[in-house]
């Protein structure tokens, strides 16, 4: 029975898991990307509360946050091909990229909302008096000032998005948790194994911890 922990072991493993960093990396950014665009579609419409529309987004911000991703992911993966074939084809990546999409942007739209509530209202009425539609007031004038209260809060989702990639490998994507697990389970060094990805996870959440903070430094320099 081992009763040390093997940091040679650790040492070699290491390399092998970065290998897959790439695949967990490209989910959280594709996921980061899709989620962001489909969160600003649902805050603009929560805040001009467009009709039956304005509903059917609440719905969905309150069914995406009152239940857990990897439930989601596993409704996305397992269960609704049952009942849409065009869904069968789909892999455990597309899957896995969808469902964080889905997940993070009933999230980041409540804080993109916030973020536009909390720009004074006499900006739009600014706009409305020169000529332009509500619409073009809220891309052209609101949402760019909102992105600066928005950042850091969009900024921490990514980083539980890079986190949450982890559970796609219940799905069988071979991403950096998923090969952990392999290995693990082939040298029943679990610790270890599973102490090499923490770390690699960790090495990732500080990098981009210190990319967050360096952006909120540049667009708060002007205020």
């Known amino acids: 029975m081992q009763t040390s922990l093997d940091v040679q072991y650790i040492v070699e493993l290491l390399p092998i898991l970065l290998k897959y960093l790439g695949v967990t990396m490209e989910m959280a950014l594709w996921g980061f990307f899709f989620a962001l665009i489909l969160a600003v579609v649902l805050a603009v419409i929560k805040v001009f509360k467009v009709p039956l529309v304005h509903q059917a987004a609440g719905l969905f911000i309150s069914f995406f946050r009152g239940t857990p ?19 069968a084809g789909m892999d455990a990546f ?22 536009i509530l909390g720009i004074d209202k006499s900006q739009m009425e600014a706009c409305l008096s020169i000529g332009m539609t509500r619409l073009q007031g809220m891309f052209r004038i609101i949402l760019p000032q909102a ?26 994507v071979a991403e950096i948790m998923a090969k952990a697990q392999m290995e693990a389970a082939s040298s029943f060094k679990f610790f270890e194994s599973f102490l090499a990805v923490a770390l690699i996870y960790w090495a990732v959440v500080v990098f981009f911890t210190r990319i967050q903070h360096i952006v909120e430094t540049r667009l708060n320099k002007a205020y």
């Open 147 to 172: 992105s600066r209260v928005a950042t850091p809060s969009l900024m921490n989702y990514f980083i539980d998005m890079i986190k949450s990639t982890s559970l796609a490998f219940t799905l069988g």
């Open 69 to 87: 991703l990897l439930v989601q992911l596993f409704l996305l993966y397992y269960g609704l091909p049952h009942y849409i074939p065009a869904l």
């Open 94 to 115: 597309t899957a896995a990229v969808i469902g964080l999409s889905l997940h993070f942007a009933a999230y980041m739209a409540e804080s993109i909302r916030g973020a």
